[in-house]
């Protein structure tokens, strides 16, 4: 009777011991693993390519940039239908905005204004990291046979535009004055950085690497659009410094 008690008595005190060993083992990997940690040389992580000091003090440049790394380049929030009317009335303000800028010509706006009447027409919004979008779309009738259409996007905070695109004839401009006239009306003439395609009459696009911004205005058979892209040093790289 005693040797079972006192078989039962080692039992547990053996199980105690490796209960205490069980939760201790735990801290001892820690330890383990923090001092290994210390006699290690870890690599630091590489920054993001941040635009300069000045670029970044450029509020629409700035949004572009950090909406690039928010959800790329392109804005993929889901279209919603609008109130044609109301959607008209913003576009056209902005059209008036432009033209007076210098970046769209009279007969452009001309354009956009005959498209706003159109009998049969729908429109839509979007938005996105701080832009806004307006689609204005007018279906093909009696006296037009092709769909025509009206796409805005702009910068909430600043109302700038930083697209645009426009169902319209407009051949044999120069695109660079249009280009440059678009460049000082977002505000990126401060930049002094910028290199110049030569893409020849109908488009013109430029680029600056301090502001990571890439600028262009292309006039097509049937249309007009231009805009604003933000681009790291290496995306332009791939894609468009082989035109510079």
């Given at each position: ?22 939760m ?25 390519e ?48 432009l ?11 001309q ?35 092709q769909?025509?259409?009206?796409a ?14 426009v ?12 280009l ?22 109908a ?40 035109f510079?």
């Open positions: 009777m005693k040797r079972k008690k006192r078989l039962r008595q080692i039992t547990l005190l053996f199980l105690s011991i490796l209960c205490l060993f069980s201790a083992l735990p801290w001892v990997f820690a330890s383990w693993h923090d001092a290994r940690l210390l006699e290690t040389d870890i690599p630091r992580p590489v920054s993001v941040l635009p300069s000091e000045q670029a970044q003090e450029i509020p629409v440049l700035y949004a572009l940039y950090r909406k690039r790394y928010l959800s790329g380049m392109e804005m993929d929030a889901p279209y919603t239908p609008a109130d044609a009317a109301e959607q008209a009335a913003i576009l056209s303000a902005k059209a008036e905005d033209q007076n800028a210098g970046v769209l010509l009279e007969e452009c706006l354009k956009i204004e005959e498209i706003f009447l159109r009998p049969s027409s729908a429109a839509y919004s979007q938005e996105q990291d701080g832009l806004l979008g307006g689609t204005y779309l007018a279906y093909p009738g009696t006296t037009h046979k769909l025509e259409s009206v805005v996007q702009w910068h909430r905070k600043t109302g700038l535009v930083t697209s645009c695109s169902t319209v004839q407009l051949m044999d401009k120069d695109a660079d004055i249009f440059n006239a678009y460049r000082t009306y977002l505000g990126l003439d401060v930049l002094t950085d910028w290199e110049t395609a030569e893409t020849g009459g488009s013109a696009a430029c680029w600056s690497k301090s502001g990571q911004i890439y600028l262009y205005y292309t006039f097509q058979e049937d249309r007009l659009s231009f805009g604003a892209i933000s681009l790291s040093t290496e995306e332009f790289a791939s894609s468009f410094s082989k510079f």
